[in-house]
């Protein structure tokens, strides 16, 4: 059930303490958390500590959960002293969606590219 953690969900586990995580934020709603595989020299994620498939469904379902996510994206960008940074959000396994748990990636500490993919 949406907003519930779920037993099969990686980013659900790491809310839940199961898998470890190099967390530089943290909230009642969210967790900020490097990424083990990342796509810049800064590379963050911010997720919701309430399972939501992607930010359509968080939007739609709690949407001031999202908004608290962009707020914390921001946040890491400044504590990592970020000038300039990227928030994304892959909606879908054809636009990157690879965890099916709504979060933002915080990208920076390099030039981006436009348009992205």
């Known amino acids: 059930m949406a907003g519930e953690l779920q037993d099969d969900c990686l980013f659900c586990k790491v809310v839940g303490g199961q898998i470890p995580a190099t967390v530089v934020r943290e909230t009642d709603t969210t967790v ?8 810049a020299p800064i ?10 498939p992607d930010a ?5 379902a709690e949407p001031a959960i999202l908004a ?10 400044v ?12 909606t879908g396994s054809g636009a990157g969606q690879t965890v099916f748990h709504a979060h933002a990636h915080v990208l920076g500490g390099r030039g981006m590219q436009w348009p992205p993919g």
């Open 32 to 39: 900020a958390f490097r990424d083990i595989n990342p796509q």
């Open 43 to 52: 590379h963050v994620l911010v997720i919701p500590k309430v399972h939501h």
């Open 56 to 60: 359509a469904a968080l939007a739609a």
């Open 68 to 77: 608290d996510i962009v707020r914390e994206a921001g946040e890491v960008a």
């Open 79 to 90: 504590d990592e002293k970020l000038d300039s940074y990227r928030i994304v959000f892959n």
